[in-house]
């Protein structure tokens, strides 16, 4: 068997690959060697330990979805944009349900990758909050509103969560329709 040329691009790769097929699977250094068809020691060229790979297929990941959320903000402001950011969000989620959770890893400071991705995520956010004219603090604490209600919804979405018979678009399209009239009236309730 021929020995396979390793990277730590397609180390990652190998990793996020296994992150989609086990969703929600433990991912483990032996997997990602075994996938590309080499020993496990050979893999500590590319990354330091598990924790490592795990960071970097987070910084990945979280590249992807920045990438997704940005493009579908582009040129629309206010309630387009907020329909757009939290659709574009729950797309990747249920598109990527496996890689999705390591979306939400705080991006370790010492990785300019990681940091950059997870600064472009929460710069669509805000970009999609300025035709609130929301800036400064307050763009933060509605960042984080906007991030839970998704991410909840998406979440247990994507694991079962919703097993009553009424459609879950509508409820979706509620939620997002909930979230627009509370930053509407965000300066009122943080007043």
């Not at 940005?70 to 989620?93: D, K, V, W």
């Not at 990785?111 to 991705?117: E, I, M, W």
């Amino acid at each position: 068997m021929a020995r396979a040329r390793l990277s730590t691009a397609s180390v990652v790769n190998a990793a996020v690959e296994l992150v989609d097929e086990r969703r929600g699977g433990v991912l483990t250094l032996a997997a990602v060697a075994s996938r590309t068809g080499v020993a496990t020691p050979s893999l500590y060229k590319h990354v330091r330990n598990l924790e490592a790979l795990q960071q970097k297929v987070s910084a990945f990941v979280t590249a992807e979805l920045a990438h997704a959320l940005s493009t579908a903000i582009a040129g629309r402001s206010g309630q387009e944009a907020l329909q757009f950011l939290a659709r574009a969000y729950r797309e990747y989620a249920l598109a990527h349900p496996g890689r999705y959770p390591l979306t939400q890893r705080v991006p370790d400071p010492d990785d300019p990758v990681h940091v950059a991705a997870g600064e472009q995520a929460v710069q669509a956010v805000f970009a999609a909050l300025r035709g609130y004219g929301l800036r400064g603090d307050e763009a933060i604490h509605a960042t984080r509103v906007v991030r839970s209600a998704v991410h909840g919804f998406v979440s247990l979405e994507v694991d079962g969560g919703f097993g009553l018979p009424q459609d879950v678009e509508g409820s979706f399209e509620r939620l997002v329709s909930a979230l627009h009239v509370s930053l509407s009236s965000w300066e009122e309730v943080a007043g």
